[in-house]
């Protein structure tokens, strides 16, 4: 099978998932002369190929690098992994698995910021396929066994939104941190890479992509959790998560093929984030608006909606339809070759 890659930003986020893998060696990039750690890790008794690369901080790194491992390595998989800020509900050491995140900075300024924020997605299946291996009996054994009794007693598994910017907040008393309670209040945690990382996997939606964070601090207090071993605690938590997810999903053994409606889901949700009435999609293709439920997610409007034309709904609208106007707005994306 394909390779599986994974990101980071941090060298100790790296460094948490590197240790974790048997056989590793160092690949150079032939032209950017990227460095990158290959090794090997056990799903149900097989091996898996892991490509382990390390963007830096902020969105734009974690981008340019996401593109190029995808370019270069044509993973099935490829997840963000490390650490974030807690926002609500988490405390140190916990598993936020990030369904979406919400780019909070861009904006219009004039006399007074006006936000235009910009949303993205991780893969739905592989999010909900996470979620399920948080609540199995294997991971609750697990979140025991690696808790860190200075910071809790139990790992508990969030998913949910993380908000994403450009900046480290390190005080709950910063404008910045008051305006994401503001605007975001139900991000479970803040980091520095998630949008750019979807934004980029958004080209390639048949390639499955997940964004997991530990908790390595809860804003206040950064540097004396940082002191106390927090980032290492929260990337290994991450790092022991994501392996058993990996086990988990048992990516060696054949999977049924996709219905045409569930390609659909993974492609659209990627490249419409924000629903329906994005770039006027469902109306160019001949969809009716006013049978679907428009006051929700991007990503829940177009469950609702697909299952409609599967059924036959929806408006004059169908499967061919709907890909013959995606394919005018993204006519190179690698994606149709699949469809």
């Not at 090997?40 to 490509?51: A, M, P, W």
């Not at 909900?128 to 199995?136: E, G, H, P, R, T």
Request: hydrophobic share 40%; net charge negative.
């Amino acid at each position: 099978m394909k390779s599986i890659v994974i990101l980071t930003a941090l060298p100790l986020e790296q460094d948490a998932i590197v240790s974790k893998l048997s056989g590793v060696d160092i690949y150079e990039h032939p032209e950017s002369r990227t460095q990158y750690k290959i090794g090997y890790c056990l799903s149900k008794g097989s091996r898996l190929k892991i490509v382990v690369g390390r963007s830096n901080q902020t969105n734009v790194n974690a981008a340019i690098e996401t593109e190029r491992m995808i370019q270069h390595f044509d993973p099935s998989h490829i997840l963000f992994v490390g650490v974030a800020g807690g926002l609500k509900d988490v405390t140190i050491g916990d598993i936020v698995i990030g369904a979406d995140v919400y780019g909070y900075e861009r904006a219009k300024v004039t006399n007074e910021f006006l936000s235009r924020p910009k949303f993205a997605f991780s893969s739905y299946d592989l999010e909900m396929k996470a979620v399920d291996f948080s609540n199995s009996l294997e991971w609750k054994t697990k979140s025991v066994s690696i808790a860190n009794q200075k910071f809790q007693k139990q790992v508990e598994v969030f998913s949910g939104t993380i908000a994403s910017g450009e900046k480290v907040i390190a005080s709950t008393e910063s404008d910045l941190f008051k305006f994401i309670k503001s605007h975001i209040s139900h991000a479970l945690a803040v980091e520095m890479e998630g949008l750019g990382f979807l934004e980029a996997c958004r080209h390639y939606p048949s390639i499955k992509s997940l964004i997991i964070r530990g908790i390595s601090d809860l804003v206040d207090g950064k540097n004396i959790a940082d002191k106390d071993g927090s980032q290492q605690y929260a990337a290994n938590n991450a790092a022991e998560f994501l392996f058993g997810l990996l086990d988990y999903l048992d990516l060696n053994q054949e999977m049924k093929p996709p219905s045409m409606r569930q390609k659909l889901f993974e492609i659209v949700t990627k490249l419409y984030p924000e629903g329906l009435k994005d770039k006027g999609l469902w109306l160019r293709a001949g969809g009716d608006l006013s049978v679907v439920h428009l006051n929700t997610t991007g990503k829940a409007q177009w469950i609702e909606a697909l299952r409609l034309i599967e059924n036959g709904g929806g408006g004059d609208i169908d499967f061919e339809t709907l890909i013959r106007e995606m394919k005018i707005d993204y006519p190179k994306n690698e994606s149709w070759k699949l469809m």
